[in-house]
């Protein structure tokens, strides 16, 4: 895999920051992605589709709202909307491999993979920080392991998933990555946060 730049900045230098006296309670880290796709099924397609992911990827996955699944070398795939899906891996390859295995009639596949950056935040404080900047509840019962959802920050949208009990990964635009990475500090800083 070719190593894409990172559209961080220098900024986004490793290092413990804000008011970490006591601990820690975030970490924020640049998950490396080699693939990035939604795929998105024809009204009356979506078991279809969501069966097809789950064969190409290796994982479960349903066509129910929020719905998400992950398996052992990291691939995971969640619902973003009806009949929609984010899936992403480590390997590259994948993109191609989704795009020749569903048929025109099931869906569409559309590779996000160099317009889209994946933040990584873990810790004790992960769910208070995420509340402070979305509307949605971040308890493991509202938010299961592994389900996401579609969301916003003001006009930047993001897609969320809970990979951890105390870990999520947030997909935003890539040409928004620098600024939305610097939000999170700032809403991690009375938790004190480790860029790693």
């Known amino acids: ?57 290796r994982l479960r996955l349903a066509a129910l709202p929020g719905y998400g699944a992950t398996n052992s070398d990291g691939s995971c795939a969640f619902n973003i909307g009806p009949g929609r899906f984010l899936v992403s891996a480590a390997d590259e390859a994948l ?38 900047l979305f509307a949605l509840d971040f308890s493991l019962a509202a938010f299961p392991l592994r389900a996401g959802r579609a969301t916003a920050h003001h006009d930047l949208s993001v897609q969320i998933q809970r990979r951890g009990e105390k870990r999520f990964e947030l997909y935003v635009f890539r040409s928004f990555a620098r600024a939305f990475a610097k939000t999170l500090r700032r809403a991690s800083e009375d938790v004190g946060y480790t860029i790693r």
């Open 1 to 57: 895999m070719v190593e894409r730049a990172s559209p961080l900045g220098s900024e986004f230098r490793p290092g413990s920051y804000g008011d970490f006296a006591d601990r820690v309670g975030v970490t924020i880290s640049e998950a490396s992605k080699g693939t990035i796709v939604e795929a998105r099924a024809w009204p009356g397609h979506e078991n279809a589709l969501a069966a097809r992911l789950s064969n190409v990827c």
């Open 95 to 132: 993109a191609g491999e989704l795009m020749a295995s569903i048929p025109d009639e099931t869906g569409t596949v559309t590779d996000l993979s160099h317009g889209r950056t994946v933040l990584s935040l873990d810790g004790a404080e992960v769910e208070w920080v995420l509340a402070k």
